[in-house]
């Protein structure tokens, strides 16, 4: 990957992630959990998957569609729920993906809907199954 | 070898202004208002010249707007001011460019209330009656220049400028030929508008800017396109706009080294005529650009004299460019209650950097033929 | 920067080398400064350049020179042919028809107008992108006194039948004014043959410079303006300021280079438009945006389903395109043109539009197609919505 292609300047933390994702993809299998926030109507969508290994996050994998902010909000969060206990995750919030990725202010309703779909996905760990 | 004395009509672009428009009149630049890194680089290169424009007299960047010259600047400034609100009243300088002038009377047709501002005898505003004009009722805008196109007389604006405030309404400066000639400081001028031009200052032709402070509330003259805060929509220039930015940043460095030298290249041609016989000096004893200077000489018709000084290799003019060619003596000598038979016979000749010394020798060497010999039928009037 | 491919000629074409070398001298040399309205010998040399080039470009569009009126580019043209018409015939409560896919500069005319009084149809084009004659007609009201409609739609190359179109008004007494920008040096275009009363041009779009363009104004029978920028009485009063002889002569010679080559050049861009297509089709699920047939050659609009669009862009560093017209992605809103052909927010977020010119070829677009699919595919993998079925 060149650092000539990004033409179009986007912040780094936001251009690694778009263009060399490493956790794109999907899950199957029963400890699986399967979350999704936005609609194709906004041209966000962004679903989340996790396979548990007991209380541990064994893989975190995403799938996005739309613009190169919402990627790299997914390829972001699969990282950290790889990487943090999940009582960190609360922590997990706009401004701290804001934070992490650069995000500018028209873009922030990209770091709303990791937001969104990192706290759907707690509630589903909430609820017994 | 022609001679060329006529600056405040256009002037030859400057070779480093050149030189910094090359690469934008070639190589893959785009349109400055895609998102692709050359889309960037061009709009990058608009706010740099946006920021030496301004800076030539001292604005703000973010006050300024790039316009396709000063006669679209003057037309903006005016009709963009006065269309924002319900008409009232409007008053312009009798001494106006046509710019301002025509624009003017088109806003009579659409509801305003039309009046000149009268100067005195050597073109300065008239203030006694200046002040009791501004006194007759609501008033929106007031439009003078800073400086005369014909007879280079400097208008004291700032004084303007407080008298049009108390009065609650805008000033409108055109400094189209002021600037780069003398040192023009909107913020110091308390302008609310200002006119510019590139192609007077060594600049390409095509391209020119409207200063206005934030708070004077302007609707565009040309609609569509997000372009210049949405005041003035269409791919942007980038080649000229980049010209006029190097010529501002030149005359600004060069501002006093040019004003010396333009004097002394005046002083001469003034002293000059006031040897020959029946000389008349426009704007006389009064404060006037360093370039500039228009005489009549007695005896003489304006444009048979002007013809005769062509062939002999001067490029010299009766007034304004855009006037030219229709006879008419200069409204803007009438306006100063010059008679008619008088400024029929006018000159204009308007200096430049690079004219010399040994140039204006040779115009006055001419002109003595002239004024010596018994006139040609062609030339008496 | 060399691997660059350009495919953004709909939104700007370079300063062809020849009309650079055309301009230089009036940038340059000590004799070719002056100014046109000046009454001397430098004067003189300007004014003559200035006529000349005015003859090339009346040439290239069938007028007559004192047809042709200078201006600052399309937008200024656009805004003096339908603001200056209907001021000057003190029409502010007329009816105007024009399409909902306009160019901004005509759109925000005409809403413009509306705070002024007068009444505006929007035609919305049909599911092809084209606005059909008899649309048009179906919309006159008895006081319409203009219509504005472009001859070929920036955005997906739709060819408007105006040749049709014209005559039709013009036994209607309802003046004419077309939006040519996109097909002038394209399709022919000769205004000796279509009674087209108005019609805007653009250098920047043919290989000229930006920063200046031109007015068609019919003189038999005349088509008459209110002057929208007032001064010195320049172009007959219709357009004050002292004129950009550069500019002028630039613009006068890519007429004169498109006039020279124009059927040979849109053979050989509908070749190359057609491969790319073609190459295209080993995606499934992308849709042509504009009419199959009756479309610009050098222009291809396709929606790739399940890419959007930003990303789509991102992922071609090498390519220079625009998904919509380069005047609205600023905003990143999805084309409003799209908008109205009826496509959803999803597909005319997705769409890119590829137009081609003088310097295409072949190589860059086999290299472009390559690109775009596997960007598209790449996209469609990530997207959790995609399914090819």
Request: with cysteine.
């Amino acid at each position: 990957m060149n650092p000539q292609d990004n033409v179009y300047a986007y912040r780094e933390p936001i251009w690694q992630r778009f263009r060399a994702p490493r956790h794109a993809g999907r899950l199957d299998g029963a400890q699986v959990l399967s979350t999704q926030a936005g609609s194709a109507a906004t041209r966000s969508v962004l679903r989340l998957q996790i396979e548990l290994d007991g209380e541990r996050v064994a893989r975190a994998r995403f799938r996005a569609y739309g613009c190169p902010t919402a990627i790299a909000v997914g390829e972001w969060l699969a990282e950290q729920l790889e990487a943090r206990p999940r009582a960190a995750w609360a922590a997990i919030d706009v401004a701290a993906i804001r934070d992490a990725l650069e995000i500018p202010d028209d873009k922030a309703h990209c770091a709303l809907l990791g937001e969104d779909v990192l706290r759907a996905l707690q509630q589903q760990m909430k609820q017994p199954s | 070898m022609a001679v060329y004395f006529d600056n405040n009509a256009t002037t030859r672009l400057d070779a480093r202004v050149l030189e910094a428009m090359l690469p934008y009149l070639s190589g893959p630049y785009g349109n400055a208002s895609s998102l692709h890194r050359f889309g960037r680089a061009a709009r990058d290169a608009i706010e740099r010249a946006r920021e030496q424009v301004a800076a030539l007299v001292n604005g703000r960047p973010k006050d300024l707007i790039w316009t396709s010259g000063g006669t679209e600047s003057n037309n903006l400034a005016l009709k963009g001011v006065c269309e924002a609100a319900r008409p009232t009243r409007l008053l312009y300088g009798i001494t106006e460019h046509p710019a301002v002038l025509e624009t003017a009377e088109a806003l009579r047709a659409r509801g305003w209330q039309v009046e000149t501002v009268a100067t005195d005898g050597e073109g300065r505003v008239d203030w006694a009656r200046f002040e009791r004009q501004l006194a007759g009722g609501p008033l929106r805008l007031v439009s003078l220049m800073r400086a005369n196109n014909e007879t280079g007389v400097i208008q004291d604006v700032a004084r303007a400028a407080t008298l049009v405030h108390a009065a609650g309404a805008w000033l409108h400066v055109d400094a189209v030929q002021a600037a780069g000639k003398i040192a023009v400081d909107f913020a110091a001028l308390d302008a609310d508008l200002m006119s510019l031009s590139s192609h007077k200052i060594y600049g390409p032709k095509g391209i020119g800017a409207l200063l206005r402070k934030a708070e004077v509330e302007l609707l565009p003259l040309h609609h569509g396109g997000w372009q210049e805060q949405g005041l003035r929509g269409g791919t942007e220039n980038v080649a000229a706009i980049v010209g006029f930015g190097a010529a501002a940043e030149l005359a600004q460095q060069e501002l006093e080294a040019r004003g010396a030298h333009l004097r002394a290249l005046r002083d001469r041609l003034e002293a000059g005529l006031r040897a020959l016989p029946g000389t008349r000096i426009f704007g006389d004893g009064v404060e006037r650009l360093p370039n500039t200077l228009q005489f009549a000489l007695r005896g003489y018709e304006g444009e048979a004299l002007l013809m005769q000084l062509d062939r002999k290799g001067f490029a010299v003019s009766s007034g304004s460019a855009c006037a030219s060619g229709r006879g008419e003596p200069s409204h803007v000598l009438l306006g100063m209650g010059i008679e008619r038979e008088i400024a029929a016979g006018a000159i204009r000749v308007s200096f430049g950097k690079d004219n010399t010394m040994a140039e204006v020798e040779q115009f006055l060497a001419l002109l003595a033929t002239f004024a010596a010999a018994p006139a040609p039928a062609a030339l008496r009037s | 920067m060399n691997d660059m491919i350009y495919l953004d000629y709909a939104a700007t074409t370079p300063l062809d080398p020849r009309v650079r070398d055309a301009m230089l001298p009036w940038l340059d040399a000590e004799t070719h400064f002056g100014n046109p309205a000046s009454d001397h010998a430098l004067g003189r040399r300007a004014r003559a350049a200035v006529e000349q080039a005015r003859a090339q470009v009346a040439q290239l569009i069938g007028a007559g020179a004192d047809e042709i009126v200078w201006t600052s580019g399309a937008t200024e043209a656009n805004n003096l042919a339908i603001k200056g018409a209907l001021e000057f015939r003190g029409l502010k409560g007329a009816h105007v028809v024009t399409s909902r896919v306009e160019h901004k500069a005509v759109l925000d005319t005409c809403r413009y107008l509306e705070t002024q009084g007068t009444r505006v149809t929007y035609l919305t084009p049909q599911a092809d992108g084209i606005v059909g004659v008899e649309q048009v007609l179906a919309a006159l009201q008895p006081d319409t006194a203009l219509v504005s409609l472009m001859w070929v739609n920036n955005e997906t190359g739709a060819i408007n039948p105006v040749e049709a179109l014209a005559p039709r008004l013009r036994e209607r007494g309802i003046l004419f004014h077309v939006d040519a920008v996109q097909a002038v040096g394209k399709l022919p275009v000769d205004l000796a043959r279509v009674p087209i009363d108005l019609l805007s041009l653009s250098a920047h779009k043919l290989y000229g410079p930006k920063g200046i363009g031109a007015l068609f104004v019919r003189k038999r029978p005349r088509a008459r303006l209110a002057p929208q920028i007032h001064g010195g009485g320049h172009e007959q009063g219709m357009r004050s300021g002292t004129l950009a002889t550069q500019q002028i002569v630039g613009l006068g010679e890519a007429c004169r280079i498109a006039a020279g080559a124009l059927v040979e050049e849109g053979e050989r861009l509908r070749g190359l438009r057609e491969r790319l297509w073609q190459q295209l089709q080993a995606l499934p699920k992308i849709h042509l945006n504009g009419p199959a047939d009756r479309r610009a050659p050098g222009i291809l609009n396709v929606s790739f389903a399940g890419a959007e669009g930003e990303s789509l862009r991102a992922m071609l560093p090498q390519l220079m395109v625009s998904s919509g017209s380069a005047c609205s992605s600023a905003t990143r809103e999805p084309s409003y043109v799209l908008r109205a052909l009826g496509r959803d927010d999803e597909l005319a977020g997705s769409s890119l539009r590829l137009s081609l010119g003088r310097y295409t070829s072949e190589a860059q677009i086999d290299r472009a197609a390559a690109e775009i699919i596997a960007a598209v595919r790449f996209l469609r993998e990530l997207s959790p919505l995609w399914s090819e079925s």
